[in-house]
């Protein structure tokens, strides 16, 4: 069993930045970061291995910068839009899989979320 916990959440202006944390108890294979707007469906955002290895979304690259620190991941956030306004999930997975997958199936854990709000 894994449970997940985020911190960061925040309202910010447009062109700000914000870094958002997950702890993870036990040792997660696989952790991501997912967000779900207001009226509209979960989407990923970013994933990493505990090798490093990491996935994004295209919305994401450039912008968003996903790490890990052993059963803790961050998620860096610049020049942050209106758009990117959404409630933030963590999830993980124990697992093995060969990639740092951004499909929600392949998550076992989910934490309860930190929201981000940009401001115009």
């Known amino acids: 069993q894994v449970q997940l916990v985020e911190y960061g959440g925040d309202s910010v202006q447009a062109g700000g930045s914000l870094r958002l944390s997950c702890a993870a108890s036990?040792?997660?294979?696989?952790m991501g970061w997912f967000r779900q707007a207001s009226g509209k469906e979960r989407e990923a955002v970013a994933a990493?291995?505990?090798?490093?290895r990491q996935t994004y979304a295209t919305f994401a690259t450039g912008r968003f910068t996903i790490s890990r620190d052993k059963d803790r991941i961050y998620l860096e956030m610049n020049n942050l839009k209106p758009e990117d306004t959404a409630m933030y999930y963590c999830?993980?997975?124990?697992?093995?899989?060969?990639?740092?997958?951004?499909?929600?199936?392949?998550?076992?854990?989910w934490g309860q979320g930190t929201q981000v709000t940009v401001s115009s």
């Open positions: 990493i291995l505990r090798d490093a």
């Open positions: 036990g040792s997660p294979y696989l």
């Open positions: 999830a993980a997975r124990q697992g093995v899989i060969l990639w740092a997958s951004l499909l929600e199936k392949d998550y076992n854990y």
